[in-house]
């Protein structure tokens, strides 16, 4: 299906994995739609240089390049001849919407979902992922540990960092499905919740976890990485539970 462009020019796109791109690009463009929506980078602001993205996000230039089209065409960003690109969203216009599906997901569905896909989608990554998407991972980790005040951010690099795990897998339909997935966690039922209970030390727990996560994907131990993400499901699982 085409995607079709915003009609205000200060309203981005939802993130659609249909999209007629090739899933490294996709990740590139959701990456930084993400970080634009969420307003990491705000009105006006400059981007990373392409250089600097492709190191970041661990892709070649050339997808950066294609990533930053994309994002032009939809009015996210301007792009300056000798300056970089600019963000051209305006948190103040129209907010992101769910894709259909996602907007209809409940939250006990939601968990079935993500019990189906992420431990066989942290398996595939650890089996398919490159030295240096792992070595990205890793300094999404790091750039974690610098937000534990803050639930929003944490919150926000830790969707990342699992579209990260999806990219790893190399398998566009499994990377289409958990972009559902992180859209459908964007409800705002998950976001209340995290407001009430992701504290400080919470965070500090989760950090932790986190942590173990990527030694064991950086070991290239499958059993305990997925045993990790069946962990992690419990916990989201028990805040559910504190909800009703």
Known sequence: MPVS???ARTAPPPLDSSAPVGSTVQYVIDTLTNRIVSQEYGLDERLPSERQLSQDLGVARNTVRDALDW???????????GSGSFVTYDPHGKSVSLAPVAAETGPLQLQVMRGIIEPEMVRLAIISMPPRAIEALG?????MEGVMTDAAAFVRLEEEFHRQ???GTGNP???ACYNLVIDARRQSFRAAMYRRHLTPSRIAAYQRAYNALFNAIAARDIEEATEFMKLALIEDQKLLMQED
């Open 5 to 7: 462009l915003p009609p």
């Open 165 to 167: 795990i999806a990219a």
């Open 139 to 143: 300094e999404t980790l790091s750039r």
């Open 173 to 175: 339909l499994l990377i």
């Open 71 to 81: 994002l032009e065409e939809r009015g996210l960003i301007r792009r300056r001849a």
